[in-house]
């Protein structure tokens, strides 16, 4: 939690009174909130973004004359263990391509090991410049017909969920965030008691939904019980429902499901606050060859997405829907995790910075991976 003095601090450098520890000069900036391009420079103290605008001092200034900046890229969805990457070694592997933050739901860790395996995920992922958040899976075991050899029911989802308030992670903001993709739709429509039960543990934060095929009543009754996303939507006419229904389209483009070019037509400019960006699962060559976030971008542009909206996809978009605050946009009081871009078509990052600190140039990560404790 920010002090007195910090505060004052940041106040001062907002004003102008006091040179920002870091000031970005010269670049274009995407602003996600009106989908602008603004020039003007970035001031950073703190590792926050002080000021957007007439700014000329700084105790560092880097000229980016020619660059885009754009906030740092947000997955909405992937299951890390796809990757076949600690937390650590994934940071290498995508800070560098500008992702920043991703929702990572580890049903697949879980499946073994259950809470044991998620608490090591998140143990392995402190330190680094990588926000990563995660969702309670709610299927464990994926269908009574498996023994992986774990099993999350509503106690185990209550604690998990509780994670955030003991004070041992000693954590600056919430990384559990809610229930992870309720694929057992049969159940809930069934109105299964145990299933009703993780639901409710959940009620009042993020719900992940995985129901491909609903529609009318069904659907109804299915977010009525809690789900608000959906990234396993195929087809645009069932997205097209969903969007009216209020939930969120996860637009999937991963190395095992590509959905990107069937579901890209329905983004418009009055529901493009509707959609996010996701891998779901995404395979270590294809991280390698092809890229991560960035990829996916330079997908949808190629598709015929404007990249001011893409990049929102992207960014603002899953910071709103998952309340990571200080996310998804270059703005007051914003983490200054933000990245420069050579254009907006290829999506190259040149420089990435990560709460004000640069953490990966030229495609090279700047830090080594974090060890965990366990």
Same mark, same amino acid.
Request: glycine share 8%.
């Given at each position: 939690m920010m002090e007195l003095e910090e505060l004052r601090s940041l106040i001062e450098v907002a004003l102008g009174e006091r040179p920002p520890e870091l000031l970005i000069r010269g670049a274009r900036i995407v602003n996600t909130y009106t989908l602008e391009l603004e020039e003007g420079n970035i001031a950073i103290f703190g590792g926050l973004i002080a000021g957007v605008g007439d700014y000329a001092r700084g105790e560092r200034i880097i000229d980016a004359r020619g660059l885009f900046a754009a906030p740092s890229f947000i997955d909405a969805h992937i299951h890390l263990e796809s990757t076949h990457l600690l937390p650590g070694e994934f940071a290498r592997a995508v800070v560098p391509r500008g992702t920043g933050a991703a929702v990572a739901d580890p049903h697949e860790i879980a499946n073994v090991l259950g809470l044991e395996g998620i608490r090591f995920l998140i143990e392995s992922s402190r330190g680094l410049p990588l926000d990563l958040f995660w969702m309670v899976p709610s299927c464990v075991p994926a269908s009574p017909f498996e023994s992986a050899g774990a099993e999350l029911g509503p106690r185990e989802i209550e604690e998990a969920l509780s994670w955030d308030w003991d004070r041992e992670w000693d954590q600056e903001e919430a990384r559990v965030l809610g229930l992870g993709e309720v694929m057992n739709y049969p159940g809930v429509l069934a109105k299964d008691e145990p299933v009703l039960r993780k639901l409710l543990a959940a009620a009042g934060r993020p719900i992940d939904g995985h129901a491909p095929h609903l529609v009318g009543r069904e659907l109804n009754a299915y977010l009525a019980a809690g789900p608000t996303t959906d990234h396993e939507t195929t087809a645009p006419e069932v997205a097209a429902e969903k969007l009216r229904r209020g939930m969120m389209i996860q637009i999937?483009?991963?190395?095992?499901?590509?959905? %990107?070019?069937? %579901? %890209?037509? %329905?983004?418009?400019?009055?529901?493009?606050?509707?959609?996010m960006f996701a891998s779901d699962d995404r395979s270590p060559r294809d991280l390698t060859r092809e890229g991560h976030m960035d990829h996916i971008l330079r997908e949808a542009v190629a598709a015929g997405l404007d990249p001011k909206v893409a990049i929102r996809l992207a960014t603002l978009n899953p910071a709103e829907h998952y309340r990571l605050e200080r996310l998804g946009a270059i703005a007051p009081g914003r983490w200054a995790n933000l990245v420069l871009l050579e254009d907006l078509e290829g999506f190259r990052a040149r420089m990435v910075f990560y709460r004000g600190r640069l953490v990966a140039e030229e495609g090279r990560p700047l830090f080594a991976p974090s060890r965990s404790r366990r």
């Open positions: 999937r483009e991963g190395s095992s499901e590509h959905n %990107l070019r069937e %579901l %890209l037509p %329905l983004v418009g400019d009055r529901n493009a606050s509707r959609f």
